[in-house]
């Protein structure tokens, strides 16, 4: 009787640990299922973010292109005809591709840096060109240059006659190469050690792509897999999303076995944890995972800042260069087109025109490219000595020379402040704050620079009398892509996030000081060098 009751006991207790065990393992399982699912849809929404935001930069591309060269009567469209090839040439003696007009029969009649001259007065056959003579910018194919040996990927934009009609297309050749800019990019989406992200043209070839080895050569992922959404095949998963205004597609490639990895092996080893310990094993599994999932939920969310960042500031610099590149061009077109209707002191101004909108376009240049390079090492600096005065009075005169009519005050100790830096860097702070004071206020106010020498620093102020700084954003207004100016909605938000780089390389600090009244005051301070000093 106590034998056969504790065999019940016993029989019981297993069937509890056996349903206790099954009900952990399908708990696990279903939250194993949740985990995969969750970063599928993480992946997806991540490649529909990218693909949108390249979405927006292929139409600002657009936009600046039909702007600059889709004009009516800009080209003559007569086969090589001189005043085309000239419009045409290169302003970078660096250029390794080039571009042409194609009339409205596809004929080449002009080009630049072309490998065979001969080319001229033969049919551009490439697919996507057919929609640009019809009078929208399109995407070509990737296929051999005409400008280059390699693939490259070609705009065309519409080319208008001076009665407004079409005329043709002028198409810009592009390298597909793993060394361009737009390749270096993508290189940087890579995830993990098989995760690939490529864009792909209508015909399945690589444009661009995170292994660049890929480029140029088609997809092997079947068509199927290459549809929008997310797919898995034998051994990968993929996700897709499309580009319309390329006429692209986005692609996301990964073994199936990475993609799933970091969740399916703590499942696999809670579940040989539970054949000892169910109870126990389940817990930790459950908690584990949800740990997991929390993980992902914080990656996403840090993925769509990121992507927001990223179109944020694409749309901020497409924005910014559109203005002196439309100048500079304009100015020089007009220049070119009335040259000897021009006095010579109206040539000189549109010259300096011109040059004022070079020196932007330099100017935003060099704020991107210092960003990148600050992101990878620090400002690199070649400190001599030097009296701090001769910078701030170069800078502000740079300054006032090419914003006439601004008022900046500038009062410096009269004795030398003598500091250990790198002139251009600490020129390029100055010159920065400036800019951004010039930029935040009134065109009739004035903007203040004070140097004071207390002891063994020295400091620089440029007050403004403009909007003011937001309380909430003095935190973050030296983080990158940061414009914390009240209504302002100009610059790419770098210029301050480079100034304190270079000052903190340099031995000193930046910050928002509180002006006495409206506006703002940005001050940094410098170690003086010896015994040097002023008052």
């Known amino acids: 009787m106590r034998q056969a009751r504790d065999r019940w006991i016993a029989a019981s207790a297993l069937a509890v640990l056996i349903v206790l065990a099954a009900t952990v393992v399908l708990l696990v399982l279903d939250a194993q299922r949740a985990g995969i699912e969750t970063r599928e849809d993480l992946r997806r929404d991540q490649v529909k973010q990218l693909a949108a935001g390249m979405e927006a930069r292929v139409q600002e591309a657009y936009s600046a292109l039909t702007s600059i060269y889709g004009a009516p009567g800009a080209w003559t469209m007569k086969l090589r005809d001189p005043a085309d090839a000239q419009k045409l040439a290169p302003t970078n003696p660096q250029a390794t591709t080039g571009s ?13 840096l072309l490998r065979d001259p001969s080319t001229i007065g033969t049919k551009l056959t490439r697919r996507g060109l057919q929609r640009a003579l019809e009078g929208e910018p399109s995407m070509l194919d990737v296929g051999p240059g005409l ?13 208008h006659a001076a009665d407004g009609s079409l005329a043709g297309a002028h198409v810009i050749e592009v390298e597909a190469s793993a060394t361009s800019a737009f390749n270096k990019e993508v290189v940087a989406l890579k995830a993990g050690r098989t995760g690939t992200f ?6 399945g070839t690589v444009v661009a792509s995170s292994d660049p080895a890929r480029i140029g050569h088609r997809s092997d992922v ?4 290459r549809e929008p959404g997310f797919h898995r095949i034998p051994g990968q998963v993929t996700a897709a999303a499309n580009v319309p205004a390329a006429n692209w597609r986005l692609l996301f490639v990964q073994s199936k ?5 970091d969740v399916t092996r703590p499942v696999r080893a809670a579940l040989v944890l539970i054949l000892l310990v169910a109870a126990l094993a389940g817990t930790v599994s459950v908690v584990s995972l949800l740990r997991r999932l929390r993980a992902a939920r914080e990656e996403q969310r840090r993925l769509t800042a990121i992507s927001a960042a990223q179109e944020e500031f694409t749309s901020i610099v497409s924005h ?30 549109a010259v300096e025109r011109a040059e004022q909108n070079a020196m932007r376009l330099q100017q935003l240049t060099t704020e ?9 090492g620090g400002p690199r600096l070649q400190p001599t000595a030097l009296d701090l005065r001769d910078i701030i009075g170069d800078s502000v005169e740079t300054t006032r020379d090419a914003n006439p ?3 900046i005050e500038l009062r410096a100790p009269a004795t030398p402040v003598n500091i250990h830096a790198d002139a251009a860097r600490i020129r390029q702070v100055v010159t920065n704050l400036l800019d951004n004071a010039l930029k935040s206020s009134p065109p009739d106010s004035a903007v203040h620079v004070n140097v004071d020498v207390d002891g063994t620093s020295t400091t620089v102020s440029v007050r403004d009398f403009g909007s003011g700084i937001a309380v909430e954003d003095r935190e973050r207004i030296f983080d990158k892509y940061m414009r914390g100016r009240i209504g302002a909605t100009r610059g790419t938000g770098l210029g301050l996030y480079v100034a304190r780089e270079i000052v903190d390389a340099s031995g000193g600090r930046i910050w928002i000081d509180e002006p006495d009244g409206p506006g703002a005051a940005i001050a940094f301070s410098l170690p003086i060098a010896g015994d040097g000093g002023g008052g």
């Not at 042409?100 to 630049?112: A, T, W």
């Not at 076995?257 to 990895?261: A, I, L």
């Not at 991107?368 to 990878?376: K, Q």
């Open 368 to 376: 991107v490219l210092d960003a990148t390079a600050m992101e990878t």
């Open 320 to 349: 910014e260069l559109r203005t002196p590149v439309a100048g500079l061009l304009g100015f020089l077109q007009t220049t070119l087109d009335h040259w000897e209707e021009m006095t010579v002191e109206e040539r000189r101004r």
């Open 405 to 407: 009519g601004r008022t």
């Open 100 to 112: 042409m007009l194609v009339d409205r029969d596809g004929i080449v009649v002009n080009g630049s």
């Open 257 to 261: 076995s990475e993609f799933e990895g």
């Open 147 to 159: 400008t280059t040996t390699g693939p490259v990927i070609s705009v065309a934009t519409p080319v």
């Open 198 to 203: 490529s864009y792909l043209d209508p015909r």
């Open 222 to 225: 079947p068509r199927s897999a």
